[in-house]
Nanobody
Framework: QVHLVESGGGLVQPGGSHRLSCATSINIVNFRSMGWYRQAPGKQRELVATIIRESTSTTYADSVKGRFTISRDVARSTLNLQMDSLKPEDTAVYYC??????????WGQGTQVTVSS
């Protein structure tokens, strides 16, 4: 069974930077695509960023473009999300997502990021 475990959540001041990581239980090359989603209180879960394995092409939500960077570390089998210029509206539970080549969708348990002074 495939597992994803997020880490790095915490309290960050507005304008600050923070980095999330997602460790996978299998080699990261087994995933067709991976991504980060987030869910703020009272809101639906939304896409933050995705990365496609074959092309390593990335997509970002308009709200995070230019501030967030998604990347894969194949050697460590981790997915990362570098978050810069954080805003209070970035406060949410962040979830790691992966899609296998069999089109199975896997989710992590989520990690809380709070942007507040």
């Amino acid at each position: 069974q495939v597992h994803l475990v997020e880490s790095g959540g915490g309290l960050v001041q507005p304008g600050g930077s923070h980095r999330l990581s997602c460790a996978t239980s299998i080699n990261i090359v087994n995933f067709r695509s991976m991504g980060w989603y987030r869910q703020a209180p009272g809101k639906q879960r939304e896409l933050v960023a995705t990365i496609i394995r074959e092309s390593t092409s990335t997509t970002y939500a308009d709200s995070v473009k230019g501030r967030f960077t998604i990347s894969r570390d194949v050697a460590r089998s981790t997915l990362n999300l570098q978050m810069d210029s954080l805003k209070p509206e970035d406060t949410a539970v962040y979830y790691c997502n992966a899609v296998t080549w069999n089109m199975d969708v896997v989710w992590g348990q989520g990690t809380q990021v709070t942007v507040s002074s």
